[in-house]
């Protein structure tokens, strides 16, 4: 069965702590994508990745780190930096760049609170 | 900057259809995107249209692109409860990327 999956589904940061969301997908998709969605204001992208060992900063990149060592697997650590990390974190595959019909595949999302 | 704009809310009556508005402003985009998403839940991708067509139809579904002005459409037709969603717009721009637009929360009214 294809698709993306992200876990865990919710999660809870304390103050000053490092939290990883995962995302894995077995679509064989080259690009990967993370999405911050808060109320109202739609999904802004954090990082993208159009290859394995390759990614680029989005329009809110700061606060946040990301990993591609496998082309199925694309982790975003929420750092101790990102003072507002409240938020629903969506990630996104597509078979990739210069393929004009990229459509962008989602996972179900993680929810992210601050204790 | 490349901009995607929506109206933020639409409530209509079950049954009755639905037209969701979406402007943008990159004209190089090659594919335009309309996605739902349901409470707590991803992007559904629901229907797409190639920047040369005017119209692609799905079922319920009616997309119209009017290029000239970079507006687009989703019309919904007899819209049923289960339709309640935010529906977002997106366009495709050079590298690959998506731009989307702040969504609108479609309520059906039984």
């Known amino acids: 069965d294809g698709g993306i999956t992200q876990s865990p589904k919710y999660l809870f940061r304390k103050e000053g702590q490092n939290v990883t969301l995962s995302c894995e997908q077995n679509?064989?998709?080259?690009?990967m994508y993370w999405y911050r969605q808060d109320p109202g204001q739609g999904l802004r992208l954090i990082y993208y990745?159009?290859?394995?060992?390759?990614?680029q900063k989005g329009d809110i990149a700061e606060g946040y780190s990301v990993s591609r060592e496998k082309k199925e697997s694309f982790p975003l650590t929420v750092t101790s930096a990102q003072k507002n990390p409240t938020a629903f974190y969506l990630c996104?595959?597509?078979?990739?760049?210069?393929?004009?019909?990229?459509?962008?595949?989602f996972g179900a999302g993680t929810r992210l609170s601050v204790l | 900057g490349e901009d995607v704009e929506q109206s933020l809310f639409l409530s209509v009556r079950e049954g009755d259809s639905s037209v969701i508005n979406c402007t943008y402003t990159d004209s190089s985009s090659t594919y335009l995107y309309w996605y739902k998403q349901e409470p707590g839940a991803g992007l559904q991708l629901l229907t797409y249209?190639?920047?040369?067509?005017d119209m692609k139809q799905d079922q319920r579904l009616t997309v119209l692109l009017n290029k000239k002005d970079k507006h687009l459409s989703l019309r919904i037709a007899d819209t049923q409860t289960g339709d309640s969603a935010i529906y977002f717009c997106a366009e495709s721009i050079p590298g690959g990327k998506l731009i989307f637009g702040q969504g609108t929360e479609l309520s059906v009214k039984p």
């Open positions: 990745s159009q290859i394995v060992n390759d990614f």
């Open positions: 249209i190639f920047s040369n067509m």
């Open positions: 996104a595959s597509s078979i990739g760049q210069g393929v004009a019909k990229n459509i962008q595949y």
């Open positions: 679509l064989n998709h080259d690009a």
